[in-house]
């Protein structure tokens, strides 16, 4: 008996299959970021990353061109698993010598390489208009500046992401997730701070008034709770952002980096499936603040993915990666991250949902503790490792990103 064999032995006995999880988990899209691959730098601005975000270390050999990155998501696709899409930024927008497009003009074409790439890998794109590392961030301020010319070139950029969100959907013949996240915010006390959340709301409410497609493109719109250099007030904070997507049937999405510490975004899955079609998630492994470090298996990870599968929303929740680490090899921070969120995916769908939830009606506390402490040690690494073996692929990605760390990296 191989240790697979083993594996599914113990879960059937609780009567999980094994086959129908496995099965689940290759169809559930992954949407991988394309900023930890050259440092949130993009190629349309030689500003400094900006909007409150850090990306710190300084490991060689990070892309440096629309080829240099898309080789790396190409290694990093070659070792994931699964049903990917690639999650790009207008920042990465590729505009030839002479066209002097700005963000408050772009156009499909100027991501006619992206698509190509997306295509010659099968994927479908997500999308994220780019309000930060751009001169037109003035005083931290975009989309709610009380300047006029500031909030209209913002509103352009934003309807013009639409449009090219719409091209993706289009052409990939997948739905695009069109994310929209602004930094704006204060660092000291503000005196006002309902003003910049009304000019926030009608500046969305004239980015939305562009027409589009809702069975092809999903706007989501994410909160947050503060930034490095504006810790007094976000003016898309929370309550913002879940009452905005109420108000305008659009999709809230929730960064786990983006609350209190002691607030956990697995608690907040349930109540957002129950009132939302679409949910959509940021996964990222804060560390004492929202510092974007590559997405671990911990607990939480853990528990954001039962959530998921036990309320039903492993089709309804639009599952992105979000961080950003530069102090280690840039392609294992992507095959790492992704894969731990594939594994707790995996660890999720091989619980016994209906047997524990049984137990909670019943009211037999014990058998729930018993149970589900049981679940944590159970043999995830088995079934892991055939999924990988099914895609031709092993647990040891390391030496094969060794590899292309010496022959190209650390030519760069
Ligand atoms: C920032 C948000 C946002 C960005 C990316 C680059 O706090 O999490 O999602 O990380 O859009
Ligand atoms: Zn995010």
Redo the contacts with the bound molecule.
Sequence with gaps: MTRFESAKEIYSSLGVDVEKALAVLNETPISI?C?QGDD?VGFDSKEALS???QTTGNFMGKARTPNELMADVEKAFSLIPGKKKLNL?AMYAIIPDGDDTDRDGLLPVHFKPWLDFAKKHNVGIDF?P?F?SHPMVKNDLTLSSPDDNVRKFWINHGKACVKIAEYFANETGEPCVM?I?I?DGYKNAPADKLSPRLRFKNSLDEILSVPYDKKKVYVTL?S?VF?IGLESYTVGSGEFCLSYSDYKNITPLM?N??YHPTEVVSDKISALLLFNEKIAL?V?HPVRW?S?HVVLFDDELKDMCTEIVRSGGIDRTFIAT???DASINRISAWVTGVRNVQKALLYALLIPHETLTKLQDEFDFTSVMVLQEKIKTLPLYDVWCEYLRRQNLSDDYLSEIKEYEKEVLSKR
């Design positions: 970021h900023w949130v909007g409150g975000i930024h994220n780019s930060f994310n996240w930094p994410e947050k930034g960064d980096g983006h940021h990222t929202d974007d979000d961080y950003f």
